[in-house]
Nanobody, 117 residues
Framework: QVQLVESGGGLVQAGGSLRLSCAASGSSVSVNVMAWYRQAPGKQRELVAAITSGSNTHYADSVKGRFTMSRDNTKNTVYLEMNSLKPEDTAVYYC???????????WGQGTQVTVSS
């Protein structure tokens, strides 16, 4: 079973940048659809970005052009590069893995991103 550990969150001013990392163990990220979700206080968890096993990416409209998701199979890690951050990007960001064969989903513990105005 895959285990996910996120890192890279923190406090940043509006317009700044952060890079989140999600390190996987127990399974290769190449056999999972990897995704980043976020959940702000009082709101539902929402999909931010996803990358398929074939490295196709998908982004929520709210982050297109600002966020970039990538994968390093050699490090078994996925990343979320976040630029031009806005206060509305403030949330707990979660890494998610869905095995392409079993469809089993795994979540990381989450990392807090806070963008001050």
């Amino acid at each position: 079973q895959v285990q996910l550990v996120e890192s890279g969150g923190g406090l940043v001013q509006a317009g700044g940048s952060l890079r989140l990392s999600c390190a996987a163990s127990g399974s290769s990220v190449s056999v999972n659809v990897m995704a980043w979700y976020r959940q702000a206080p009082g709101k539902q968890r929402e999909l931010v970005a996803a990358i398929t096993s074939g490295s196709n990416t998908h982004y929520a409209d709210s982050v297109k052009g600002r966020f970039t998701m990538s994968r390093d199979n050699t490090k078994n890690t996925v990343y979320l590069e976040m630029n031009s951050l806005k206060p509305e990007d403030t949330a707990v960001y979660y890494c998610n893995a869905e095995n392409i064969f079993t469809r089993r989903q795994t979540w990381g513990q989450g990392t807090q991103v806070t963008v001050s105005s």
